[in-house]
Protein backbone atom coordinates (compact mmCIF):
# COMPACT_ATOMS: atom_id res chain seq x y z
CA UNK A 1 0.00 0.00 0.00
CA UNK A 2 1.62 3.57 -0.87
CA UNK A 3 1.18 6.28 1.04
CA UNK A 4 0.02 8.05 -2.42
CA UNK A 5 -3.51 6.60 -3.08
CA UNK A 6 -4.98 7.37 -6.77
CA UNK A 7 -8.74 6.67 -8.12
CA UNK A 8 -9.57 5.40 -10.25
CA UNK A 9 -6.94 2.73 -11.77
CA UNK A 10 -8.23 2.59 -15.23
CA UNK A 11 -10.91 4.92 -16.67
CA UNK A 12 -12.13 4.83 -19.91
CA UNK A 13 -14.28 8.37 -21.59
CA UNK A 14 -15.39 9.33 -24.54
CA UNK A 15 -14.61 12.95 -25.95
CA UNK A 16 -17.37 14.40 -24.61
CA UNK A 17 -17.23 13.28 -21.08
CA UNK A 18 -16.82 15.00 -18.08
CA UNK A 19 -14.92 12.70 -15.20
CA UNK A 20 -12.47 13.92 -12.05
CA UNK A 21 -9.00 11.85 -11.20
CA UNK A 22 -8.83 11.85 -7.52
CA UNK A 23 -5.25 11.73 -5.31
CA UNK A 24 -4.70 11.00 -1.63
CA UNK A 25 -1.56 11.35 0.30
CA UNK A 26 -0.82 10.30 3.94
CA UNK A 27 2.20 11.46 4.03
CA UNK A 28 2.11 14.42 5.91
CA UNK A 29 3.73 16.33 2.70
CA UNK A 30 2.80 19.97 1.73
CA UNK A 31 3.51 20.17 -2.21
CA UNK A 32 1.23 17.86 -4.57
CA UNK A 33 2.01 17.36 -8.53
CA UNK A 34 -0.12 15.81 -11.45
CA UNK A 35 2.61 14.04 -13.71
CA UNK A 36 1.64 12.81 -17.48
CA UNK A 37 3.02 9.38 -18.69
CA UNK A 38 2.64 8.44 -22.00
CA UNK A 39 4.48 6.05 -24.21
CA UNK A 40 8.09 6.58 -25.12
CA UNK A 41 8.09 10.35 -23.89
CA UNK A 42 10.01 11.14 -20.98
CA UNK A 43 7.25 11.78 -17.70
CA UNK A 44 5.52 15.53 -18.38
CA UNK A 45 4.89 18.11 -15.03
CA UNK A 46 1.30 19.15 -15.44
CA UNK A 47 0.48 20.99 -12.05
CA UNK A 48 2.12 21.83 -9.03
CA UNK A 49 -0.12 22.47 -5.73
CA UNK A 50 2.43 23.73 -2.76
CA UNK A 51 0.27 24.40 0.33
CA UNK A 52 -2.78 24.54 -1.36
CA UNK A 53 -1.72 27.04 -4.41
CA UNK A 54 -0.92 26.26 -7.47
CA UNK A 55 2.78 27.44 -8.23
CA UNK A 56 2.85 25.57 -11.87
CA UNK A 57 0.93 25.16 -14.60
CA UNK A 58 3.34 23.66 -17.65
CA UNK A 59 0.95 25.17 -20.43
CA UNK A 60 -1.57 22.64 -19.98
CA UNK A 61 -4.27 22.70 -21.88
CA UNK A 62 -7.59 24.20 -20.17
CA UNK A 63 -9.42 20.54 -20.59
CA UNK A 64 -7.15 19.62 -17.94
CA UNK A 65 -8.46 21.50 -14.35
CA UNK A 66 -6.40 20.47 -11.59
CA UNK A 67 -8.28 21.50 -7.86
CA UNK A 68 -6.56 20.65 -4.40
CA UNK A 69 -8.94 21.59 -1.38
CA UNK A 70 -6.18 20.74 1.44
CA UNK A 71 -2.89 19.79 0.80
CA UNK A 72 -4.11 15.56 1.18
CA UNK A 73 -6.01 15.85 -1.56
CA UNK A 74 -5.91 16.40 -5.46
CA UNK A 75 -7.86 16.59 -8.37
CA UNK A 76 -7.96 17.07 -11.91
CA UNK A 77 -10.97 17.47 -13.26
CA UNK A 78 -11.01 16.02 -16.91
CA UNK A 79 -13.79 17.46 -20.37
CA UNK A 80 -14.23 17.08 -23.83
CA UNK A 81 -10.24 15.58 -24.05
CA UNK A 82 -9.02 13.95 -26.98
CA UNK A 83 -7.78 10.70 -27.86
CA UNK A 84 -3.90 11.80 -27.59
CA UNK A 85 -5.09 12.43 -23.93
CA UNK A 86 -4.74 9.09 -23.21
CA UNK A 87 -2.03 8.26 -21.06
CA UNK A 88 -1.30 7.14 -17.67
CA UNK A 89 -1.62 10.16 -14.99
CA UNK A 90 0.13 10.14 -12.18
CA UNK A 91 0.17 12.03 -8.48
CA UNK A 92 3.04 12.55 -6.62
CA UNK A 93 3.62 14.82 -3.72
CA UNK A 94 7.03 15.77 -1.09
CA UNK A 95 7.69 17.64 1.52
CA UNK A 96 8.49 21.23 -0.49
CA UNK A 97 11.87 23.31 0.34
CA UNK A 98 13.43 20.13 1.29
CA UNK A 99 15.69 19.16 -1.81
CA UNK A 100 15.93 15.60 0.58
CA UNK A 101 12.25 14.94 0.26
CA UNK A 102 12.07 12.78 -2.93
CA UNK A 103 8.67 12.95 -4.82
CA UNK A 104 6.24 9.74 -3.66
CA UNK A 105 4.10 8.54 -6.69
CA UNK A 106 0.80 6.66 -6.62
CA UNK A 107 0.33 3.89 -9.30
CA UNK A 108 -1.69 5.85 -11.66
CA UNK A 109 -4.99 6.41 -13.10
CA UNK A 110 -4.48 4.67 -16.35
CA UNK A 111 -7.14 7.43 -19.08
CA UNK A 112 -8.23 6.04 -22.51
CA UNK A 113 -9.94 8.54 -24.42
CA UNK A 114 -11.88 6.97 -27.12
CA UNK B 1 18.13 23.66 -20.68
CA UNK B 2 16.82 21.05 -18.54
CA UNK B 3 17.52 17.63 -20.46
CA UNK B 4 17.89 14.21 -19.09
CA UNK B 5 19.03 11.13 -21.21
CA UNK B 6 19.40 7.18 -20.66
CA UNK B 7 19.75 4.50 -23.19
CA UNK B 8 16.41 2.47 -23.85
CA UNK B 9 16.78 -0.72 -22.75
CA UNK B 10 19.31 -2.69 -20.96
CA UNK B 11 19.09 -7.16 -21.37
CA UNK B 12 21.10 -8.98 -18.70
CA UNK B 13 21.17 -12.07 -17.04
CA UNK B 14 20.46 -13.65 -13.86
CA UNK B 15 23.31 -12.65 -11.27
CA UNK B 16 25.23 -10.39 -13.08
CA UNK B 17 25.47 -7.04 -12.78
CA UNK B 18 23.51 -3.75 -14.28
CA UNK B 19 24.51 -0.83 -15.24
CA UNK B 20 22.10 1.65 -16.44
CA UNK B 21 23.49 5.12 -17.36
CA UNK B 22 22.20 8.29 -17.31
CA UNK B 23 23.22 12.08 -18.74
CA UNK B 24 21.95 15.59 -17.46
CA UNK B 25 22.12 18.69 -18.66
CA UNK B 26 21.60 21.12 -15.32
CA UNK B 27 24.95 21.84 -13.16
CA UNK B 28 22.46 23.60 -10.66
CA UNK B 29 20.54 20.10 -9.95
CA UNK B 30 20.92 19.62 -6.10
CA UNK B 31 20.06 16.05 -5.88
CA UNK B 32 20.07 13.23 -8.00
CA UNK B 33 17.32 10.74 -8.06
CA UNK B 34 16.89 6.44 -9.22
CA UNK B 35 12.94 5.39 -9.58
CA UNK B 36 11.97 1.89 -10.83
CA UNK B 37 8.36 1.25 -12.32
CA UNK B 38 7.21 -2.26 -12.41
CA UNK B 39 4.33 -2.72 -15.29
CA UNK B 40 0.72 -1.16 -13.79
CA UNK B 41 2.55 0.74 -11.11
CA UNK B 42 4.16 4.21 -10.55
CA UNK B 43 7.86 5.52 -9.82
CA UNK B 44 9.07 3.99 -6.52
CA UNK B 45 12.11 5.45 -5.36
CA UNK B 46 15.06 3.44 -5.24
CA UNK B 47 18.12 5.81 -3.84
CA UNK B 48 19.09 9.33 -4.35
CA UNK B 49 22.31 11.11 -4.11
CA UNK B 50 23.20 14.27 -3.19
CA UNK B 51 25.53 16.53 -5.44
CA UNK B 52 28.26 16.84 -3.74
CA UNK B 53 28.87 12.97 -3.19
CA UNK B 54 30.39 10.89 -5.69
CA UNK B 55 28.91 7.73 -4.72
CA UNK B 56 26.24 6.30 -2.79
CA UNK B 57 25.92 2.21 -2.02
CA UNK B 58 22.69 1.09 -0.90
CA UNK B 59 22.56 -3.15 -0.47
CA UNK B 60 22.57 -4.32 -4.00
CA UNK B 61 22.92 -0.51 -5.22
CA UNK B 62 25.27 1.66 -5.97
CA UNK B 63 25.35 5.21 -7.96
CA UNK B 64 28.54 7.04 -9.21
CA UNK B 65 27.86 10.31 -9.82
CA UNK B 66 30.75 12.51 -11.73
CA UNK B 67 29.48 15.86 -11.59
CA UNK B 68 32.24 17.36 -14.22
CA UNK B 69 30.67 15.13 -17.10
CA UNK B 70 27.24 15.25 -15.50
CA UNK B 71 27.30 11.51 -15.74
CA UNK B 72 25.12 9.17 -13.24
CA UNK B 73 24.56 5.29 -12.99
CA UNK B 74 23.12 3.11 -11.35
CA UNK B 75 24.68 -0.61 -10.16
CA UNK B 76 22.52 -3.42 -9.24
CA UNK B 77 24.95 -6.18 -7.91
CA UNK B 78 23.22 -9.95 -8.66
CA UNK B 79 20.52 -8.86 -10.74
CA UNK B 80 17.16 -10.57 -10.05
CA UNK B 81 14.66 -11.20 -12.20
CA UNK B 82 12.34 -9.00 -10.02
CA UNK B 83 14.54 -6.28 -10.67
CA UNK B 84 13.40 -6.39 -14.47
CA UNK B 85 11.51 -2.67 -14.98
CA UNK B 86 11.81 0.80 -16.10
CA UNK B 87 14.66 2.70 -14.16
CA UNK B 88 13.79 6.66 -14.27
CA UNK B 89 17.18 8.60 -13.73
CA UNK B 90 16.03 12.33 -12.22
CA UNK B 91 17.35 15.60 -11.49
CA UNK B 92 15.85 17.90 -9.22
CA UNK B 93 16.23 21.96 -10.00
CA UNK B 94 17.30 24.24 -7.67
CA UNK B 95 14.54 26.60 -5.84
CA UNK B 96 11.49 24.22 -5.85
CA UNK B 97 11.21 20.55 -5.79
CA UNK B 98 10.80 19.81 -9.45
CA UNK B 99 11.94 16.67 -10.72
CA UNK B 100 13.32 16.60 -14.26
CA UNK B 101 12.79 12.79 -15.67
CA UNK B 102 14.52 10.98 -18.30
CA UNK B 103 13.00 8.51 -20.81
CA UNK B 104 13.11 5.50 -18.99
CA UNK B 105 15.78 2.66 -19.04
CA UNK B 106 13.66 -0.98 -19.35
CA UNK B 107 15.63 -3.53 -17.45
CA UNK B 108 14.97 -6.86 -18.66
CA UNK B 109 16.76 -10.02 -16.86
CA UNK B 110 16.81 -13.27 -18.42
CA UNK B 111 16.97 -16.42 -16.39
Known amino acids: ETGVTQTPRHLVMGMTNKKSLKCEQHLGHNAMYWYKQSAKKPLELMFVYSLEERVENNSVPSRFSPECPNSSHLFLHLHTLQPEDSALYLC?????????????FGNGTRLTVT | GEDVEQSLFLSVREGDSSVINCTYT??????LYWYKQEPGAGLQLLTYIFSNMDMKQDQRLTVLLNKKDKHLSLRIADTQTGDSAIYFC???????????FGTGTRLLVSP
Open chain 1, 92 to 104: ASSQERRPDSPLH
Open chain 2, 90 to 100: AESIIGFQKLV
Open chain 2, 26 to 31: DSSSTY
